[in-house]
């Protein structure tokens, strides 16, 4: 099977290699990622400036990998359209990233919005992040539930615009209950802005968001906090359907 492999912590992450790694054992793999940290930038795209594109050599894996000087939806872009000539690939996954994607904050994460671009060019994907618990953070063990949800995903076929978001929380291996398929939940975080300084008219603030203690049951937020691996299928159809009919209506 032919994987490409993104993610938006950049070319030099750990998730990435490790997933590398593993998945080339059974797979041909290409690597795109970005050249630096892209977290949190969504689905941007790079648009009326040049990228980049550049071959590195990551030490331990084998397969070819590029770094690109824009956001992972760039990444997806390239690699698909430029270094595969739009055809060819099998699957694409996008991580392993430094932290859970949860709840609404997919909205915001690089990680996802890289598989969702699969999903809008036809091609299968899955996002895969790792949990933070006091600066530990196991790759090893979200890779391994990374390549069973491949062999699962591609022995049944689920369909070229679905996303499965899987995340892995960081306890041992053997602590893990199982995995819950189950719908995004709530926030994982409450926004905050702590004031840096101020002088003047201008005032610098920055983004630190807290852990929300709340959780919704049957959600990715809650079944990860009681030690679940979380797999939500997800698209980027964002019509209300239910709401269609109502609203034709109300415009009559």
Same mark, same amino acid.
């Given at each position: 099977?032919?994987?490409?492999?993104v993610n938006?912590?950049?070319?030099h992450?750990?998730?990435l290699?490790v997933?590398?790694?593993?998945?080339?054992?059974?797979?041909?793999?290409i690597?795109?990622a970005?050249?630096?940290?892209?977290?949190?930038?969504g689905?941007?795209?790079t648009? &009326?400036?040049?990228?980049?594109l550049? +071959?590195?050599k /990551? *030490?331990?894996?084998? %397969?070819k !990998?590029? =770094?690109?000087?824009?956001?992972?939806a760039?990444?997806?872009r390239?690699?698909?359209?430029k270094?595969?000539n739009?055809?060819?690939?099998?699957?694409i996954?996008?991580?392993?990233?430094?932290?859970?994607?949860?709840?609404?904050?997919?909205?915001?994460? &690089?990680?996802?919005s890289?598989?969702? +671009?699969?999903? /809008? *060019?036809?091609?299968p %994907?899955? !996002?895969? =992040?790792?949990?933070?618990?006091?600066?530990k953070i196991?790759?090893?063990?979200?890779a391994?539930y990374?390549k069973?949800?491949?062999?699962c995903?591609m022995?049944?076929?689920?369909?070229?615009?679905?996303?499965?978001n899987?995340n892995v929380?960081?306890?041992?291996?053997?602590?893990?209950?199982?995995?819950?398929?189950?719908k995004?939940?709530?926030?994982?975080?409450?926004d905050?802005y702590?004031?840096?300084?101020r002088?003047?008219d201008?005032i610098?603030?920055?983004?630190?968001?807290?852990?929300n203690?709340?959780?919704?049951?049957d959600?990715d937020?809650?079944?990860?906090?009681?030690?679940?691996?979380?797999?939500?299928?997800?698209?980027?159809?964002?019509?209300d359907?239910?709401?269609?009919?109502?609203l034709?209506?109300?415009?009559d």
């Open positions: 099977m032919k994987i490409l492999l938006d912590d950049g070319i992450a750990d998730g290699h997933l590398a790694k593993e998945i080339e054992k059974d797979n041909e793999v690597i795109v970005p050249d630096d940290q892209r977290s949190a930038c689905h941007s795209i648009l &009326g400036m040049p990228l980049t550049k +071959e590195v /990551i *030490n331990g894996v084998r %397969s !990998a590029y =770094s690109v000087s824009g956001t992972p760039d990444c997806v390239i690699g698909v359209l270094l595969c739009g055809e060819g690939i099998d699957l996954i996008s991580g392993i990233n430094r932290g859970v994607n949860l709840g609404r904050d997919i909205l915001y994460s &690089g990680t996802v890289a598989a969702i +671009e699969a999903g /809008i *060019n036809k091609i %994907s899955i !996002a895969v =992040s790792a949990h933070i618990n006091v600066e196991n790759y090893e063990v979200a391994k990374a069973e949800i491949l062999k995903s022995e049944n076929y689920i369909g070229s615009n679905v996303v499965l899987l929380p960081s306890i041992e291996e053997d602590q893990i209950k199982g995995i819950k398929v189950c995004s939940g709530g926030r994982l975080y409450e905050r702590d004031e840096l300084d002088s003047n201008e610098r603030y920055i983004a630190n968001g807290v852990m203690q709340t959780y919704d049951e959600t937020v809650y079944y990860l906090k009681n030690g679940y691996v979380t797999l939500t299928p997800l698209q980027y159809d964002l019509t359907y239910k709401l269609i009919e109502k034709e209506k109300i415009i």
